[in-house]
């Protein structure tokens, strides 16, 4: 059975930073091209992208939405089957539960579309503080 399980949220300050990580069990979604992305739902909101990567030939190509470029960082550590998130600069519109998903077969659409992928994490909570 894969899981993906989220920890790292919490409740910070504008400005500071928060890591997110998502530890893979169940198989790994590490072939060329298959990605894993985090993605986040605000209150009242959709759910929206927020960062991705996959497996290149020259190692792991990143993703990130224009609301987080600059500020996020997304990165995996394959010996321990884990996804991060890094969130720098963080401001209150960051609040959001975030997500980690993955897809079992390299992407063929947007990996920026929620759609494409086959499974989820059940969501950590960040809350920024103004």
């Known amino acids: 059975q894969v899981q993906l399980v989220e920890s790292g949220g919490g409740l910070v300050q504008a400005g500071g930073s928060l890591t997110l990580s998502c530890v893979v069990s169940g198989r790994t979604f590490t072939g060329y091209g298959v990605p894993m992305a985090w993605f986040r739902q605000a209150p009242g909101k959709e759910r929206e992208f927020a960062a991705a990567?996959?497996?290149?030939?020259?190692?792991?190509?990143?993703w990130y939405a224009d609301s987080v470029k600059g500020r996020f960082s997304t990165s995996r550590e394959n010996d321990k089957n884990t996804l991060y998130l890094r969130m720098d600069n963080l401001k209150p519109e960051d609040t959001a539960v975030y997500y980690c998903?993955?897809?079992?077969?390299?992407?063929?659409?947007?990996?920026?579309?929620?759609?494409?992928?086959?499974?989820w994490g059940q969501g950590t909570q960040v809350t920024v503080s103004s």
């Open positions: 990567l996959t497996r290149t030939g020259i190692g792991d190509q990143t």
């Open positions: 998903a993955a897809r079992s077969r390299p992407i063929s659409g947007s990996l920026r579309t929620e759609n494409e992928y086959d499974y």
